[in-house]
């Protein structure tokens, strides 16, 4: 008789153990609730803003080709040559150049090692 009085005394204090667990998750998960709501909220506003800037991009996509298009009709009506680059010599220059003060420069005249330095940058 005893070993079955146990054994009920046993399973009541199971019975209970596992109530108490049960409570305990419960009140666990809804504090985790009460502590993820605020960022579900803003998770929620940022999602609106998005889909705002969308239709905000969306409607200057199709404002602009247009615009874009006159400019284009601007721009093949006025066709422009690239200015050709020349430097003159000053008198003081055309010393160091041989004394020829009328020669123009061409890009091609100075080596590109002269005007930038490839060496090593630490020291």
Request: hydrophobic share 40%.
């Amino acid at each position: 008789m005893q070993s079955l009085a146990t054994a009920l005394q046993g399973n009541g204090q199971d019975i209970l153990l596992q109530k108490q667990i049960e409570v305990m998750l419960d009140i666990q998960a809804k504090k985790i609730l009460v502590e993820l709501r605020p960022f579900a909220e803003a998770i929620q506003a940022l999602g609106s803003e998005i889909q705002m800037l969308k239709a905000a991009v969306r409607d200057l996509r199709e404002s602009r080709p247009a615009a874009e298009k006159q400019t284009r009709l601007e721009v093949e009506e006025k066709p422009q040559e690239p200015p050709q680059r020349r430097l003159a010599l000053t008198p003081e220059t055309a010393a160091q150049f041989g004394g020829q003060p009328e020669r123009q420069l061409q890009p091609g005249d100075i080596s590109i090692e002269k005007m930038f330095y490839f060496g090593n940058k630490r020291k």
